[in-house]
Each structure stands twice: as structure tokens, then as C-alpha cells.
């Protein structure tokens, strides 16, 4: 099993496996000490309750924060998809979990935690980015709706609380579905919640100060991942120009004009080199080859036509393709969401079966019969991996059994 | 075999940059059967997940590379369509009608192929996700583990999934197309037969990766949700779109490779 450690990434289907991320030392600053004592509270705040998804979302907390036409740039601490999650758990020194240096290799810690999991879920997804992303999402949500209750129909092996989740998910639809990976950027957000600045812009990549503390100390080790949105790029494209554009802008003069919290040079130097490539490569062979050949041509209203016409069809296949893209995306959701809905349900079962049990079998007195928050997490630890067995067999159809697809 | 191969034809297809990116689908299924079943143990677990997390991060890391090419092309492109309509303007020096007509058309041709890359950067996302989504049911049925819902969980929200903004732009770009070339958006000719021609010739002509991509992922869509013999309660509906006869003409030859 050492040879998953030692091979390069290529990536490609037949491709020996890929490495294990570099250790999480690097990664995670250990700077996150104020904020993440912040955050622990929160965590003893929330109770441990199921899992809040993107659409059951809290309503209340994206109504008072600004919208506006500016997007938030999201910067993610991890460039690293961690699913281990005991990592994310690193900054949190007020946790029983195990520390960051004891994570990257031995394999006893890498045991599946569903604990830690369950808190991980349970952050609200950050309100801040949905709201700035809602306007473009509610043109999709009235759409779709249409479509997505013909295909409700056709689920209706689902229970019937199917129909609910539709209700809501239309309405929450406009609800921002995007969510910053969830170890690092509440975190970030939760800090920063309480300030409030006048330019949205700086409001929104505060966040993304707090992602990535390291960014102006250092000369980015950590590979934050940016996305840049439109309105960043506006912002970006405009310091070029006053700087007297692309070709004698510099990344730090850029940087220092934008203005953008969070925003490093690294970033700004990757962006502006890409930038300038779209500015001035040149045109692409196949296209500089089809368009010799549309220049020798007499551009006859025949040939005209027929180009208009091939591109038209072009455009409405990707039209489809895109409308039924959307459409599998949002199915998608919806069935992770009724899995979880339905795990909720099954689980919430099961505890109370315990309760019964547990109250049966032994003269317990009243107090000590009632799951305290701390037992809870335990006990629905429990019963995941006792009621795991019971429910992937429940999961599959009978007939259904073959071994390939 | 089924999505594994449709995978596979789709890489294919795919514009050779990409080739690589998608998830290593084979790989990983192979994995997935070395593990035993009466056994599992934790390391093997962790070892999956190891993998899992890097094919994650590598759609990650091209896919927010991608988006941010696009954002910065569409502005290019927008500025683009600004200086041509000035020039051709009544305030602008007015070149001739041919030289008007080439750079139309070739605006046009931009704006539809840079519509195509996004949609197709939606469907490569899609389509990992997809792949991800089986190869945990895979595993789950394997191993009697119940990995896969809250995996699934977080893949949801990471960037490679979180297409809106993409798909923002996609409409944008349509509406760009429509507000350029108002007439395009019509129904074109009313000559059904010669529609299909041109469909074909079309087809025929299209060196066009993009477009072929776009055809194929279509193709692979429809034929994938066209029943699936595990069909399950996480299992998505046949697709049902009415527009299917373009489709069909829209079949491609065996496909030509594309370098």
C-alpha cells in the first residue's frame, strides 16, 4: 500500500494511483488560535442536529447581510480536498481530536471518524457568498420548476415527503447552493461576521483575509484557492488600465490598486499572466485555419448562411446540453438531500428503539435516561455503524443485484 | 461497464487538454474489488479515501483554472463585440460590407464555441460527479460501509460542483448571442430536410472538437440515464427531451482523432 505514496499525480484514466497530499503542517497555518476558539463555541452552541444542507438553509441569516451586485472572491484554505477529516480539526485546539502532526501517516488515525463529520456538516453554508450569487441563481430556479415537477413525478417511489423537499427546494432554489468547502471557510466567516464595512467587496474577501492569514506574511507557500468572479476580474481589469494596461501593469502595482483584502500578488501574478495570454495569443489553428479559409473564399451570402447555420445548430445543441445539465445537477441535490433526510429519519428511529430498550432492560432513574448533547454525538456514533448494515440494505432493490456497471 | 465505458468514450471526444482531468473511474473500481469484502479493513479505507481526495482535488484545481479563463474571455469577448459594433457604427469608420461580414461571423463563431467550452466544463463536472457518486455506491455494496452519503456530502460542496457561476455566464453568453444576431435566435430555415442537411454537413465539418464534445456528452447523457440496471432510489430518471431527432441526426461518425 506504500505505493500510493510514492507515485506522481498524472491524472489520466489508466494512470497509476495518485500520491497522498503533502502533510497538513504545511497547509494549515497554526495562526487560527483566536478564531478558532471562536469557532468552538459556536460548535457548542449549534446542538449537534442533522445535517443542514444547502437548501434547508436558514433564511434568517441571509436576510440581513447586503446583497449586491459583487460577488464574493471565495479563497478556500485547502487547496487540498481533505476528507480526513481529523485534519480540519487541527485548528481546534479545544477538541479531543487527534493533533495535526500525529495525522498524515499513521494509519490508526486515519480511521473513519463520523463524528467530527457530523460537526463538520453542521456548519450553515456561508450565507455571505449565496446572497451575492442569488440574483443570477433565481433567473435558473423559475426555469426549472416546471421541469422539476415533471421529474418528481417519476420519483414518486420516494416517500411523500418528496413533494415537501420540492416545495422547498424551489423556493430555497434561489438560495445560494454554492458553499466554500466546509473546513475552512466558516470558519473564516464566523469571525468576521460581526463587522461591517461599507464597500461589499471588502466585506466579502474579509473572508478570504481570514482563509488564508498567511497570505501577506509569507510568499505563499499555501496555494489558497481563488475563484475569481466576474466583478473581481471588472475590478482587476480596471487597476490594469490605470496602470496603463496589461503589458506594463505589475502584479504588486495591481495588487495595491485593487485594493482587495486577501487578494495575494500570487494571485494577481498567476491572473494577470493568464490575462495577457488571452489578450494576445494568437488566434487558435483551428480557428486561424478555418478562417483562411473563409477569407480565400468569396464570402458569397451562400456560404454566409450556411456557417450561420451550422453555428446555429451548434448553439442549440449546447443549449440542451447545458438546460439538461442543470436540470441532473439539481435531481442531484435532491436525492442527496432525501438520503440525508431519510438517514435523519432512520437514525432518529433507531435512538429512540435504544431509549426504549435501554429503559426496559434496566431500572435506569429518569435522569440519567435522557441523552444529554455530549452522549448524543456518541450515541448516534454508535448507532451509524450499527444501523450502517441494516441500511445499505435497505438501499438496494432486490432485484438489483448484479455485481457490475 | 456501462458509465465506465461511456467515461471512457466521452475522454475521448473531450478536448485534448482535458484528457486527463476526468476521474480515473477504471482505477479506482479496480480498488474497490481488491478490497476485501469480508475484511475491510480501516487502512483500506483511508486508502480509498486518500484517492478519492486527490482525484477531488485535481477536478478542483481545473476546474476553478477553467472558470477563471472563462471569466476573463468573456470580458475579452465583450469588448471585443463593443469595438467591432463601434467600428461598424454610425460613429465609426465604416469598412466594407465583406469585411463587416467576416468579423460577424466570426464574432458569431467565437461567441458559440466559448458558449460550448462552458457547457462542457459544466459537464465535465457533472460527469465526475457521477462517476464519484457510483464508485461509492461501489464501494459501500463492497464493503457494507456506509461511506457514501456523508462523502458525497462534502463533494457537494466543493468547487468543481458548484457550478453557478459558470452556468451564469453560459446564459449570459446566450444572451449576448441573441442581443449580437437577433435574427439567429429564429427558427431558421423552415425546410426541415434542409435543417437536418445542415445538421449534418455540420457534423461532417466539425473539426470542431467543441461541438463534437458537446454532441457526445448529449449522446452520453441520454444513453446513460436510459435505464440503468441498478436503478435505486439515488438513481436519476431517463431523460425525456422532446428534441431527440436532433440528436439522433446529430449522430457521429466513428470518431475521428482529434489532435
Given amino acids: ?405 | 461497464m456501462k458509465f465506465g465505458k461511456r467515461l471512457k468514450k466521452q475522454i475521448e471526444e473531450t478536448l485534448p487538454e482535458w484528457r486527463d482531468k476526468f476521474l480515473s473511474y477504471k482505477d479506482l473500481k479496480k480498488l474497490v474489488r481488491l478490497i476485501s469484502a469480508t475484511h475491510p479493513s480501516p487502512d483500506a479505507e483511508s486508502e480509498f479515501i486518500c484517492l478519492l481526495d486527490s482525484e477531488i482535488d485535481k477536478f478542483n484545481a481545473f476546474f476553478v483554472e477553467q472558470e477563471e479563463e472563462f471569466v476573463i474571455r468573456k470580458k475579452e469577448l465583450q469588448e471585443r463585440i463593443k469595438m467591432v459594433t463601434e467600428i461598424f457604427g454610425p460613429a465609426g469608420s465604416r469598412p466594407s460590407e465583406a469585411e463587416y461580414t467576416t468579423a460577424m461571423t466570426r464574432i458569431r463563431k467565437e461567441i458559440v464555441n466559448f458558449h460550448g467550452e462552458m457547457v462542457l466544463l459544466v459537464n465535465y463536472s457533472n460527469i465526475n460527479y457521477t462517476g464519484l457518486a457510483k464508485i461509492l455506491k461501489k464501494y459501500d455494496k463492497r464493503t457494507g460501509a456506509v461511506l457514501r452519503l456523508p462523502f458525497i456530502e462534502k463533494v457537494l460542496q466543493q468547487p468543481f460542483f458548484t457550478t453557478e457561476l459558470i452556468s451564469r455566464l453560459v446564459k449570459e453568453c446566450e444572451d449576448m448571442m441573441d442581443s449580437v444576431f437577433p435574427s439567429a435566435a429564429a427558427g431558421g430555415t423552415a425546410d426541415q430536410a434542409a435543417e437536418m442537411r445542415e445538421a449534418e454537413s455540420a457534423v461532417a465539418a466539425a473539426e470542431q472538437s467543441i461541438f463534437r464534445n458537446a454532441v457526445a456528452a448529449l449522446v452520453t447523457m441520454h444513453e446513460l440515464r436510459n435505464g440503468s440496471s441498478t436503478y435505486g432510489q439515488f438513481s436519476l430518471p431517463p431523460l425525456g427531451s422532446p428534441d431527440s431527432d436532433l440528436l439522433q441526426s446529430l449522430q457521429l461518425p466513428s470518431p475521428i482523432p482529434i489532435q
Fill in chain 1, 1 to 405: 500500500m506504500n505505493q500510493f505514496h510514492n507515485q506522481r499525480i498524472t491524472g489520466s484514466v489508466s494512470s497509476p494511483l495518485p500520491i497522498i497530499p503533502s502533510p497538513i503542517e504545511e497547509r494549515y497555518p497554526k495562526t487560527l488560535d483566536s478564531q478558532s476558539f471562536f469557532l468552538e463555541r459556536e460548535l457548542r452552541s449549534n446542538p449537534v442536529n442533522p445535517v443542514q444542507t444547502p437548501f434547508v438553509s436558514n433564511n434568517g441569516i441571509f436576510g440581513p447581510l447586503p446583497s449586491s451586485d459583487l460577488d464574493a472572491a471565495y479563497i478556500s484554505e485547502s487547496s487540498n480536498f481533505n476528507a480526513s477529516y481529523p485534519s480540519s480539526y487541527s485548528s481546534y485546539p479545544g477538541t479531543d481530536q487527534p493533533s495535526v502532526s500525529n495525522y498524515p501517516k499513521e494509519s490508526t488515525e486515519l480511521a473513519w471518524h463520523p463524528e467530527p463529520l457530523q460537526r463538520v456538516l453542521d456548519y450553515p453554508d456561508n450565507p455571505n457568498f449565496g446572497n451575492n450569487l442569488s440574483h443570477g441563481v433565481n433567473v435558473m430556479a423559475s426555469d426549472e420548476i416546471n421541469k422539476q415537477s415533471e421529474w418528481s413525478d417519476l420519483m414518486d417511489f420516494m416517500n411523500g415527503n418528496w413533494g415537501e423537499l420540492q416545495g422547498d427546494t424551489n423556493t430555497t432554489e434561489s438560495k445560494p447552493e454554492v458553499a466554500l468547502p466546509a473546513d475552512q471557510a466558516p470558519t473564516s466567516f464566523s469571525v468576521h461576521h460581526p463587522q461591517t464595512h461599507p464597500s461589499v467587496p471588502s466585506n466579502s474577501n474579509d473572508l478570504s483575509a481570514v482563509a488564508s492569514p498567511s497570505s501577506s506574511a509569507t510568499a505563499a507557500p499555501i496555494k489558497a484557492r481563488m475563484r475569481w468572479t466576474p466583478e473581481l476580474h471588472e475590478r482587476f481589469v480596471e487597476a490594469v488600465n490605470q496602470l496603463g494596461g496589461s503589458e506594463k501593469a505589475t502584479p504588486k502595482g495591481v495588487l495595491k490598486l485593487m485594493k482587495v483584502e486577501g487578494l495575494t500578488i500570487y494571485h494577481v501574478k498567476s491572473h494577470l499572466q493568464k490575462y495577457r495570454t488571452a489578450r494576445y495569443k494568437p488566434e487558435s489553428s483551428e480557428e486561424q485555419r478555418v478562417i483562411q479559409v473563409e477569407e480565400t473564399k468569396s464570402l458569397d451570402l451562400k456560404t454566409v448562411t450556411e456557417i450561420n447555420e451550422a453555428l446555429r445548430v451548434q448553439m442549440e445543441v449546447q443549449k440542451q446540453l447545458h438546460e439538461q445539465l442543470e436540470i441532473q445537477r439539481k435531481l442531484q441535490l435532491q436525492i442527496e438531500e432525501q438520503g440525508r433526510y431519510l438517514q435523519m429519519m432512520f437514525e432518529n428511529q433507531n435512538k429512540s428503539i435504544h431509549k426504549l430498550k435501554e429503559s426496559a432492560s434496566l431500572e435506569i432513574p429518569i435522569d440519567r435516561m435522557e441523552i444529554s448533547e455530549k452522549d448524543h454525538s456518541e450515541t448516534e456514533n454508535h448507532l451509524h455503524d450499527k444501523g450502517a448494515a441494516e441500511e445499505v440494505s435497505k438501499n438496494k432493490m432486490p432485484k438489483n443485484d448484479d455485481g457490475k456497471i
